[in-house]
């Protein structure tokens, strides 16, 4: 059988089903996660849950959307990840996880560079150079369905 459910979408949490269809899965057994742009508040969600935050940084033009006291919730087994796009970005995610002092609650952070955009090795040298305890995520099904090929995702 399925022991690991993922909700992911455009946003779940709006759909009104997705926290109570959480619970009862979780009741069941089953390890459950999803992936939210932070939007929405994820206080009433049930603790067992696996939060995947995905911060939206200013130049995707949805960081505005961000509800960031839903980082003070954030658990050890969470995940938090940005997708950059520039240096500026960057500069922006340190400013987030520092302010809201991240690394003491998940040591699951995740900065992925934007396809086509941010090279995986420029974002990697910043990192190194500033010795984050990150890691650097691709978007794997870009590379693998690639969009300028109009497949996939």
Not at 137 to 146: D, M, T, V
Request: with cysteine; proline share 5%; glycine share 6%.
């Amino acid at each position: 059988g399925v022991n690991i459910v993922e909700f992911t979408g455009g946003e779940p949490l709006l759909q009104e089903e997705t926290p109570p269809l959480i619970k009862t899965l979780l009741d069941k057994g089953h390890k459950v996660l999803i992936e939210t742009n932070g939007s929405i508040c994820i206080g009433c969600l049930d603790k067992r849950l696996t939060i995947i935050m995905d911060i939206k940084t200013p130049k995707s033009g949805m960081s505005e959307r961000m509800d960031f006291k839903n980082l003070e919730l954030i658990k050890k087994n969470d995940e938090i990840k940005f997708v950059l796009i520039d240096e500026s970005d960057y500069i922006w995610a340190k400013d987030i996880i520092s302010k809201y002092n991240l690394l003491s609650k998940t040591k699951n952070i995740l900065m992925s560079p934007a396809y086509g955009v941010l090279s995986p090795k420029t974002l990697a040298s910043w990192i190194l150079r500033d010795n984050l305890p990150i890691r650097v995520q691709l978007q794997i099904h870009k590379y693998i369905w690639a969009p300028e090929e109009n497949e996939g995702v």
